[in-house]
């Protein structure tokens, strides 16, 4: 008898992704359940043979040891004693989409499968039919069922009811997706199979490998699964479903929600995909362990495809048909209520973390935890603080999203005259409350940078443990990175306010570049300024490419002691840079000069310890100690220049006090202009 059906078009047509790639395993091991439903033998069994590789391969532990390298399984063999291959069955076989057995839910094709991952299929069955024992053994590839003929009778009386399916080599790259062990394999098989297991309608299966392992899966059912099992009921739209609920110490590496059909287990969701709490394991007093949901129900049964590997629900209630999603959400929801007691300790715990570090480390975000608390869900729990920062700033993100998308929705009623409609000052009013909180918590954000710039700065000035100071370089890069210009970085790269907050509204910068290199000036001369800046004069006149002043930064290294010599005064080396630039004419971008350069006026920064080296350079120019002693000031009119000498004690100093107000606004503030004051912890 022929197969009626074009096998490799039949298997073409099927799709099955690497996530699925026991399925054709699983197929096999229902078939035989249900072979054994069927049979009236009084010890119903399956068997499993997982056979690996015979070659083995040897490594060494991290003991020293040698032991066997994991090798992948290479085919598997199922034994049952169920009906087998009677004559009513193996036609069934050859016909596709068969309807034998459509009320165990079969769509008639799951053998197919089997060929979409292994390159044949033997099958050895025993079988007692019309008062004798028949023998049907055949082969079954792309090609067909080989040989046509394949029934013969027995003559000895001493057997029995047996079928054995071999799946002979698994192709890759299915079988290199499939784990090595085959304790994950018995999870998997008791996970597909769970609702048989649940029902007690489960025969007995033995699963073994060729090296020795073996486990009973309906042992490691009792011993695993059993005890944590719980069942709802759950409704929608006037269709039943049942969610059993398990709680698994061992046998899950995440919490998931299985959707079954026709007993068995067909699609699964990721609950923390869902659920952010749900990222690891949950707690209950010493226990700890992960959730997984199985949903049956007869709509589920009437919607799972062909293949069985997910559902084709309607694309829409039309006739009054459910969707996934409602059908997802609402055993989600049945499930917050069962985890309810776990849900919430988590989030508390969360809660308290985030507190934590809103209130010691990143108070900017403290706004957008009271103004959106719904945050606090959505932001997964267990997470490390550097994540949790980064989860944080998302939020801030999304918040300027939405206002950005209010913005927008307000100018198209506007743009369609629409600002009568009852929503539009409701929409008006939310947007510009948005905006308020959204330039506070920009605001915060600023001062929060400043203050971690100024600890970066204190750290970089002390010395290390040998006892050695960071050199100039350090120092340059965290008040403005080097070989660069105002051009190619933006204003929040650069933390020029710690000498002088006026220096952020500039003309140009150059960082660590020669003079002959700066765009806005025409000069020959090839030394290296570390800070020119240029200022265009806004105040006085209408022009903006008009250069009001210059002014020079020169850094050195902390406790630097060599300051006195004619190569390294840091004092006479901004003397000639300015020297050096009114040499040379300024000139605008598109080469028109800027007028006269003598009447641009200079400031110059030298900002070093005020070593003794540094002090007789100082006293030598005739500049005026300040009035803390911490620095130098004077005019050289012959340069023609403003200098001042600042110390690293004086700039950390000053940086700070001017930005005192503003840090204890943010870093401690009064629990009346908070919504939630525990978040300072009163």
Same mark, same amino acid.
């Given at each position: 008898?022929?197969?009626?059906?074009?096998?490799?078009?039949?298997?073409?047509?099927?799709?099955?992704?690497?996530?699925?790639?026991?399925?054709?395993?699983?197929?096999?091991?229902?078939?035989?359940? =249900?072979?054994?439903?069927?049979?009236?033998?009084?010890?119903?069994?399956?068997?499993? %043979?997982?056979?690996?590789?015979?070659?083995?391969?040897?490594?060494? *532990?991290?003991?020293?040891?040698?032991?066997?390298?994991?090798?992948?399984?290479?085919?598997?063999?199922?034994?049952?004693?169920?009906?087998?291959?009677?004559?009513?069955?193996?036609?069934?076989?050859?016909?596709?989409?068969?309807?034998?057995?459509?009320?165990?839910?079969?769509?008639?094709?799951?053998? #197919?499968?089997?060929?979409?991952?292994?390159?044949?299929?033997?099958?050895?069955?025993?079988?007692?039919?019309? +008062?004798?024992?028949?023998?049907?053994? #055949?082969? !079954?590839?792309?090609?067909?069922?080989?040989?046509?003929?394949?029934?013969?009778?027995?003559?000895?009386?001493?057997?029995?009811?047996?079928?054995?399916?071999?799946?002979?080599?698994?192709?890759?790259?299915?079988? *290199?997706?499939?784990?090595? &062990?085959?304790?994950?394999?018995?999870?998997?098989?008791?996970?597909?199979?769970?609702?048989?297991?649940?029902?007690?309608?489960?025969?007995?299966?033995?699963?073994?490998?060729?090296?020795?392992?073996? #486990?009973?899966?309906?042992?490691?059912?009792?011993?695993?699964?059993?005890?944590?099992?719980?069942?709802?009921?759950?409704?929608?739209?006037?269709?039943?479903?049942?969610?059993?609920?398990?709680?698994?110490?061992?046998?899950?590496?995440?919490?998931?929600?299985?959707?079954?059909?026709?007993?068995?287990?067909?699609? &699964?969701?990721?609950?923390?995909?869902?659920?952010?709490?749900?990222?690891?394991?949950?707690?209950?007093?010493? %226990?700890?362990?992960?959730?997984?949901?199985?949903?049956?129900?007869?709509?589920?049964?009437?919607?799972?495809?062909?293949?069985?590997?997910?559902?084709?629900?309607?694309?829409?209630?039309?006739?009054?048909?459910?969707?996934?999603?409602?059908?997802?959400?609402?055993?989600?929801?049945?499930?917050?209520?069962?985890?309810?007691?776990?849900?919430?300790?988590?989030?508390?715990?969360?809660?308290?973390?985030?507190?934590?570090?809103?209130?010691?480390?990143?108070?900017?975000?403290?706004?957008?935890?009271?103004?959106?608390?719904?945050?606090?869900?959505?932001?997964?729990?267990?997470?490390?603080? *550097?994540?949790?920062?980064?989860?944080?700033?998302?939020?801030?993100? =999304?918040?300027?999203?939405?206002?950005?998308?209010?913005?927008?929705?307000?100018?198209?009623?506007?743009?369609?005259?629409?600002?009568?409609?009852?929503?539009?000052?409701?929409?008006?009013?939310?947007?510009?409350?948005?905006?308020?909180?959204?330039?506070?918590?920009?605001?915060?954000?600023?001062?929060?940078?400043?203050?971690?710039?100024?600890?970066?700065?204190?750290?970089?000035?002390?010395?290390?443990?040998?006892?050695?100071?960071?050199?100039?370089?350090?120092?340059?890069?965290?008040?403005?990175?080097?070989?660069?210009?105002?051009?190619?970085?933006?204003?929040?790269?650069?933390?020029?306010?710690?000498?002088?907050?006026?220096?952020?509204?500039?003309? !140009?910068?150059?960082?660590?570049?020669?003079?002959? @290199?700066?765009?806005?000036?025409?000069?020959?001369? %090839?030394?290296?300024?570390?800070?020119?800046?240029? +200022?265009?004069?806004?105040?006085?006149?209408?022009?903006?490419?008009?250069?009001?002043?210059?002014?020079?930064?020169?850094?050195?290294?902390?406790?630097?002691? %060599?300051?006195?010599?004619?190569?390294?005064?840091?004092?006479?080396?901004?003397?000639?840079?300015?020297?050096?630039?009114?040499?040379?004419?300024?000139?605008?971008?598109?080469?028109?000069?800027?007028?006269?350069?003598?009447?641009?006026?200079?400031?110059?920064?030298?900002?070093?310890? @005020?070593?003794?080296?540094?002090?007789? &350079?100082?006293?030598?120019?005739?500049?005026?100690?300040? =009035?803390?002693?911490?620095?130098?000031?004077?005019?050289?009119?012959?340069?023609?220049?403003?200098?001042?000498?600042?110390?690293?004690?004086?700039?950390?100093?000053?940086?700070?006090?001017?930005?005192?107000?503003?840090?204890?606004?943010?870093?401690?503030?009064?629990?009346?202009?908070?919504?939630?004051?525990?978040?300072?912890?009163?």
């Amino acid at each position: 008898m022929p197969m009626t059906v074009n096998v490799a078009g039949q298997v073409g047509q099927i799709k099955l992704s690497l996530a699925k790639a026991l399925w054709p395993l699983f197929e096999t091991v229902i078939n035989s359940i =249900q072979s054994l439903e069927d049979s009236n033998v009084s010890e119903k069994k399956i068997i499993i %043979d997982a056979l690996r590789s015979e070659d083995i391969q040897l490594k060494t *532990d991290g003991q020293g040891n040698t032991v066997e390298e994991p090798a992948h399984f290479v085919a598997f063999v199922v034994t049952d004693n169920g009906n087998g291959f009677n004559t009513e069955n193996y036609t069934s076989f050859l016909e596709a989409y068969s309807q034998l057995k459509v009320k165990k839910g079969c769509k008639g094709i799951g053998r #197919f499968l089997w060929l979409k991952a292994f390159d044949t299929v033997t099958i050895s069955s025993t079988y007692f039919e019309d +008062d004798c024992w028949h023998l049907r053994e #055949f082969n !079954f590839a792309l090609t067909g069922v080989t040989p046509e003929q394949n029934d013969k009778i027995l003559e000895s009386k001493e057997v029995g009811q047996r079928t054995i399916v071999s799946l002979k080599g698994f192709r890759n790259p299915y079988r *290199d997706s499939v784990a090595y &062990s085959l304790e994950s394999l018995a999870k998997k098989l008791i996970e597909h199979c769970l609702p048989y297991f649940i029902t007690a309608k489960c025969p007995q299966i033995i699963l073994q490998d060729n090296r020795g392992e073996m #486990f009973n899966l309906n042992s490691y059912y009792e011993k695993t699964y059993k005890d944590s099992l719980h069942q709802d009921p759950m409704e929608l739209n006037g269709k039943h479903y049942t969610l059993y609920h398990m709680l698994l110490s061992e046998g899950a590496d995440k919490h998931e929600l299985h959707l079954c059909a026709n007993n068995r287990e067909v699609k &699964s969701y990721v609950l923390s995909n869902y659920i952010p709490d749900m990222k690891k394991k949950l707690i209950n007093g010493e %226990d700890s362990y992960y959730y997984v949901g199985y949903l049956a129900g007869d709509y589920l049964d009437d919607a799972v495809n062909t293949e069985r590997s997910d559902f084709d629900f309607s694309d829409g209630p039309l006739f009054g048909e459910t969707k996934e999603p409602e059908i997802v959400e609402t055993a989600v929801e049945c499930i917050r209520t069962y985890l309810s007691d776990e849900l919430t300790k988590v989030a508390d715990e969360k809660k308290t973390q985030i507190d934590m570090l809103v209130k010691a480390k990143r108070p900017q975000y403290r706004l957008l935890l009271n103004r959106r608390p719904e945050v606090y869900d959505i932001i997964p729990a267990g997470l490390t603080e *550097d994540k949790l920062d980064v989860e944080l700033y998302k939020q801030q993100q =999304q918040w300027e999203l939405d206002t950005a998308k209010k913005r927008h929705a307000i100018e198209e009623k506007v743009k369609h005259d629409a600002t009568s409609d009852p929503d539009f000052q409701r929409l008006f009013d939310e947007y510009c409350e948005s905006i308020t909180e959204l330039s506070r918590a920009s605001l915060a954000e600023y001062v929060a940078r400043r203050k971690a710039v100024i600890d970066l700065l204190e750290h970089a000035l002390e010395a290390d443990e040998n006892g050695k100071y960071s050199k100039e370089s350090r120092i340059h890069s965290i008040i403005c990175p080097m070989q660069t210009t105002s051009n190619e970085i933006v204003l929040d790269d650069m933390n020029l306010w710690l000498i002088d907050d006026r220096l952020a509204y500039h003309h !140009f910068l150059a960082s660590d570049k020669k003079i002959n @290199t700066i765009p806005v000036l025409e000069s020959s001369v %090839d030394k290296r300024m570390d800070l020119p800046i240029f +200022d265009a004069a806004l105040s006085y006149t209408a022009d903006p490419d008009n250069i009001s002043s210059i002014t020079i930064v020169e850094l050195k290294r902390p406790q630097r002691d %060599d300051l006195a010599t004619e190569e390294t005064d840091p004092i006479t080396q901004v003397y000639d840079y300015v020297t050096d630039i009114k040499e040379g004419k300024v000139k605008k971008a598109n080469g028109r000069g800027f007028g006269n350069i003598q009447q641009v006026a200079f400031y110059c920064y030298v900002i070093a310890d @005020t070593t003794p080296s540094l002090k007789k &350079s100082a006293a030598r120019a005739g500049l005026v100690p300040t =009035q803390d002693g911490e620095g130098y000031f004077g005019y050289n009119p012959t340069v023609g220049t403003y200098i001042e000498v600042i110390s690293y004690d004086k700039l950390l100093k000053d940086a700070k006090q001017r930005n005192r107000t503003l840090f204890d606004k943010l870093f401690e503030p009064k629990s009346k202009e908070l919504k939630h004051p525990e978040l300072i912890g009163e």
